[in-house]
T-cell receptor, first 114, second 113 residues
């Protein structure tokens, strides 16, 4: 079935460092791809999305490009802040009983030190 | 209003108690979802409601009973839970079940003693 593989965390960085969190997917069709973020003690927030190949999603300084040739959707940020410390989930949309349901990766914890 | 609200924020219950979780959205969304999230794991889908009708039940035990009284409100009734049911319960909504983007609430942290 369709699935997402994320790099294992935690990822520990100093403030202003460059961030990459790897995500690859397996899918039979052309799913939409998402990054969700979960701050400590909170629910999930949609960070960015891309719906077709070569689309770039971006939000709050984060970017990810839908790469069909490498089946990847890596998350990047040029300069992280302490407030970016959270768990990041890569996800793709799977059709289940007529509903679009996100299939999540395992999540990658990001810890940013001052 | 682009928010999904959930109450209570925290809930502690014994195995013989009956309690309910509540979720509300006023975005006019017609699909609503319940997820269960254990610590350090991704959310797992439990139920999907579309136009107030249950459309997906992911083989959830009957001690969890969902209810959608109207298009803005989603409840999860809990009865005779087990300690392993302790988790964060997340509600989400989307414009329609055919739309990709889901909006999540902050969750209810449930502890079963």
């Amino acid at each position: 079935g369709d699935s997402v593989t994320q790099m294992e965390g935690p990822v520990t960085l100093s403030e202003e460092a460059f961030l990459t969190i790897n995500c690859t997917y397996t899918a039979t069709g052309y799913p939409s791809l998402f990054w969700y973020v979960q701050y400590p003690g909170e629910g999930l927030q949609l960070l960015l999305k891309a719906t077709k190949a070569d689309d770039k999603g971006s939000n709050k300084g984060f970017e990810a490009t839908y790469r069909k040739e490498t089946t990847s959707f890596h998350l990047e940020k040029g300069s992280v802040q302490v407030s970016d410390s959270a768990v990041y989930f890569c996800a793709l949309s799977v059709v289940l009983g007529g509903s679009y349901i996100p299939t999540f990766g395992r999540g990658t914890s990001l810890i940013v030190h001052p | 209003d682009t928010e999904v609200t959930q109450t209570p924020k925290h809930l502690v219950m014994g195995m013989t108690n009956k309690k309910s979780l509540k979720c509300e959205q006023h975005m006019g969304h017609r699909a609503m979802y319940w997820y269960k999230q254990k610590a350090k794991k991704p959310p797992e889908l439990m139920f999907v409601y579309s136009y107030e009708k249950l459309s997906i039940n992911e083989s959830v035990p009957s001690r969890f009973s969902p209810e959608c009284p109207n298009s803005s409100l989603l409840n999860l009734h809990l009865h005779a839970l087990q300690p392993e049911d302790s988790a964060l319960y997340l509600c989400a909504s989307s414009q329609d079940r055919g739309y990709n983007e889901q909006f999540f609430g902050p969750g209810t942290r449930l502890t079963v003693l």
